[in-house]
C-alpha cells in the first residue's frame, strides 16, 4: 500500500531533524521489506511556528521527494493542523504522529500490518505512563474515565497516533465541525479497528507545546463536543437545589421559633441568596459554552488556510480544505474544478 505519515509541527525547531531521520529511515525499512510502496510519503504540518521549522521541512523536502510541507497561515493549533495533513495526504493509508518522537515510530510497522489485516482504523495506545508526572498521570486518566461516564466513545489511553485507511479517511471528511475533537469522532466512523500498544517515551528535544492552560482547554473542548450531560445535570442539580433550598428554610423557621440567638431575617435571605445566585452562574456559564459552540458552528468558518507547500504538494493555495467536508465542501469542490 501507498503510506502517508503525518506529522503536525508547531516551533519544533530543536526536535524536527532527528524526527524526519527516524521517518525518513523506518520509511526505507518499510519499503525494503514490501510493507509499503515505494512512492510512500511523509507530510509535515508547519501549523504557523515562529522558529526555523518551516525552513527545516523546507531542507528535508528538497532533499527528499518523498518528504512533503504544508505551512498554514498562522496558528490555528494541533487538531486543525492535523485535519490539514490528513486531507492533503495521498495514500491508501496514513498514520498521524507528533513531532516530538515521543510516540514509539516502531508501532508503525504494527499498524501497517493491522491494516492489511483488514483494519480500517489502528489505535496507537500507551501501555503505561511512567514518563508523566503523577498530577498528568491522574488527571488523563481521570479525563478518559470521565467521557465514559459521560457517553463519550473514547478509546482509552489513546491520543492522536493512528492509522486510517482510506476508506475511514474519507467518511472523515464528511464532518464539517469547527470545534474539532478527533479522538471523539473517530470511534464513531464505525469501521473495523484494532489496537496497537507501545511505550512512549520522554520528549527527545525542546518542549511541551502543551501547557496545563491548553489541556484543560482541549478537556473542555472534548466534554462540550461530544456529550450533552453537563446541560442535563442542570436540571439535576436545579431539583437538588429546591431541595437544599427547603431543608435550609426548615432550619431557619426552627431557628426562629426555638432558638433566641436567631439574628431576624438573616437566614432566610442572606443563605439562599448566595447559594441560588451561585447555582444560577454556574448553569448560566454551562449553556454559554455550548451556546458559543452553537455560533462558530453556523459560521462556518474555516479551521486554516494553507500558506503554501513543498515537495511537489499540488493543492491550490486559495482553496481551503476544511470545512471541505458535507455537501457544502463537494459543492465547493465542483465549483473548484
Known amino acids: 500500500m501507498r503510506l502517508s505519515i503525518?506529522?503536525?509541527?508547531?516551533n519544533e525547531e530543536a526536535v524536527l531533524p532527528e524526527t524526519i531521520s527516524r521517518l525518513c529511515a523506518l520509511k526505507r525499512e518499510l519499503i525494503a521489506e514490501q510493507h509499503i510502496a515505494p512512492d510512500s510519503e511523509i507530510i509535515l504540518v508547519d501549523d504557523g511556528s515562529r522558529d526555523r521549522t518551516w525552513a527545516l521541512i523546507e531542507q528535508a523536502s528538497a532533499a527528499d521527494p518523498c518528504v512533503r510541507g504544508i505551512k498554514l497561515s498562522r496558528n490555528r493549533g494541533h487538531q486543525a493542523a492535523l485535519i490539514a495533513g490528513l486531507f492533503g495526504a495521498e495514500g491508501e493509508a496514513v498514520v498521524s504522529v507528533d513531532a516530538d518522537l515521543q510516540?514509539?515510530?516502531?508501532?508503525?510497522?504494527?499498524?501497517?500490518?493491522?491494516?492489511?489485516?483488514g483494519a480500517d482504523v489502528v489505535y496507537g495506545v500507551r501501555k503505561r505512563r511512567d514518563t508523566d508526572t503523577f498530577f498528568k498521570r491522574f488527571t488523563a486518566e481521570s479525563y478518559y474515565?470521565?467521557?465514559?461516564v459521560l457517553g463519550v466513545e473514547i478509546v482509552f489511553n489513546h491520543a492522536d497516533y493512528r492509522l486510517l485507511s482510506r476508506r475511514a479517511l474519507e467518511a472523515l471528511k464528511q464532518y464539517g465541525e469547527s470545534n474539532l475533537f478527533l479522538r471523539g469522532i473517530i470511534p464513531q466512523l464505525g469501521f473495523p479497528s484494532a489496537i496497537v500498544y507501545y511505550v512512549r517515551a520522554e520528549r527527545?528535544?525542546?518542549?511541551?507545546?502543551?501547557?496545563?492552560?491548553?489541556?484543560l482547554a482541549f478537556a473542555w473542548q472534548g466534554v462540550t463536543s461530544f456529550s450533552a450531560a453537563p446541560l442535563r445535570a442542570i436540571t439535576g442539580l436545579g431539583v437538588a437545589v429546591s431541595v437544599a433550598s427547603f431543608v435550609v428554610a426548615l432550619w431557619a423557621l426552627?431557628?426562629?421559633l426555638f432558638s433566641e440567638s436567631a439574628v431576624?431575617?438573616?437566614?432566610?435571605?442572606?443563605?439562599?441568596m448566595f447559594f441560588l445566585a451561585g447555582i444560577q452562574l454556574l448553569c448560566i456559564g454551562i449553556?454559554?459554552?455550548?451556546?458559543?459552540?452553537?455560533?462558530?458552528e453556523v459560521k462556518r468558518r474555516p479551521p486554516y488556510f494553507i500558506e503554501k507547500t513543498?515537495?511537489?504538494?499540488?493543492?491550490?493555495?486559495?482553496?481551503?480544505?476544511?470545512?471541505?467536508?458535507?455537501?457544502?465542501?463537494?459543492?465547493?469542490?465542483?465549483?473548484?474544478?
Request: aromatic fraction near 8%.
Open 145 to 148: 474515565k470521565l467521557l465514559d
Open 6 to 10: 503525518v506529522v503536525p509541527c508547531y
Open 103 to 117: 510516540d514509539d515510530l516502531n508501532a508503525i510497522r504494527e499498524m501497517v500490518a493491522a491494516c492489511g489485516k
Open 254 to 256: 426552627w431557628v426562629r
Open 264 to 272: 431576624p431575617g438573616w437566614a432566610s435571605t442572606v443563605v439562599p
Open 287 to 296: 449553556i454559554g459554552e455550548y451556546l458559543a459552540k452553537i455560533y462558530l
Open 204 to 215: 527527545f528535544a525542546g518542549e511541551s507545546k502543551y501547557p496545563l492552560k491548553k489541556m
Open 310 to 337: 513543498s515537495g511537489g504538494l499540488n493543492r491550490p493555495l486559495d482553496i481551503v480544505d476544511p470545512p471541505a467536508s458535507g455537501p457544502l465542501a463537494t459543492d465547493m469542490q465542483r465549483k473548484t474544478r
